[in-house]
T-cell receptor, first 111, second 114 residues
Framework: DAKTTQPTSMDCAEGRAANLPCNHSTISGNEYVYWYRQIHSQGPQYIIHGLKNNETNEMASLIITEDRKSSTLILPHATLRDTAVYYCIVRALNRDDKIIFGKGTRLHILP | DTGVSQDPRHKITKRGQNVTFRCDPISEHNRLYWYRQTLGQGPEFLTYFQNEAQLEKSRLLSDRFSAERPKGSFSTLEIQRTEQGDSAMYLC????????????FGPGTRLTVT
């Protein structure tokens, strides 16, 4: 699986959009970009995934650059409950075994 | 609640003791995964099962660790002769199987070895 690079931490004001970047310059053509988050004292939670097109669901939007070497997770209206560690992961769809987590980005939503 | 459950949520044990954790996956999920997470790090893969078959084990899973899933439903993770370095959060996850996008994680068991 390709390696990802994320900032260690970020702050965002409550009610504003939180934009979390991720670099994955060695991504392969069959690898998807996944995002998980982990709220304190809970297990990780799947957020969204995408291959090359932008994706949106009820939780977030995922913007992938045209060259697929980087992506941004967008939480459109951040709330205090969005304070968590966010993990960007790259893996092939048919890899239904382990997930390789990095250290992620610790997002603080400020009141 | 039909999510992944883990028991116990917290365990404090003395060095050298054996501990066993249990994970109940989401019903009919045939894949079950164990991860370990230490402070400030992301979860690290330990092992996973397809039904009752253990398909992969990480190098992190020393011979003091053993995992089972005897009937393809719940799973247990046992640590023998615990060491202080075993102190961590032990996470379980499940997924329906092939070509699925996500794993569903339980709340974890926090182990403290004194």
């Amino acid at each position: 699986d390709a390696k990802t690079t994320q900032p260690t931490s970020m702050d965002c004001a409550e009610g504003r959009a939180a934009n979390l970047p991720c670099n994955h310059s060695t991504i392969s053509g069959n690898e998807y970009v996944y995002w998980y988050r982990q709220i304190h004292s809970q297990g990780p939670q799947y957020i969204i995934h995408g291959l090359k097109n932008n994706e949106t669901n009820e939780m977030a939007s995922l913007i992938i650059t045209e060259d697929r070497k980087s992506s941004t997770l967008i939480l459109p209206h951040a709330t205090l409950r969005d304070t968590a560690v966010y993990y960007c992961i790259v893996r092939a769809l048919n890899r239904d075994d382990k997930i390789i987590f990095g250290k992620g980005t610790r997002l603080h939503i400020l009141p | 609640d039909t999510g992944v459950s883990q028991d116990p949520r917290h365990k404090i044990t003395k060095r050298g003791q054996n501990v066993t954790f249990r994970c109940d996956p989401i019903s009919e999920h045939n894949r079950l995964y164990w991860y370990r997470q230490t402070l400030g790090q992301g979860p690290e893969f330990l092992t996973y099962f397809q039904n009752e078959a253990q398909l992969e084990k990480s190098r992190l899973l020393s011979d003091r660790f053993s995992a089972e899933r005897p009937k393809g439903s719940f799973s247990t993770l046992e640590i023998q002769r615990t060491e202080q370095g075993d102190s961590a959060m032990y996470l379980c996850a499940s997924s329906p199987g092939l070509l699925t996008y996500e794993q569903y994680f339980g709340p974890g068991t926090r182990l403290t070895v004194t």
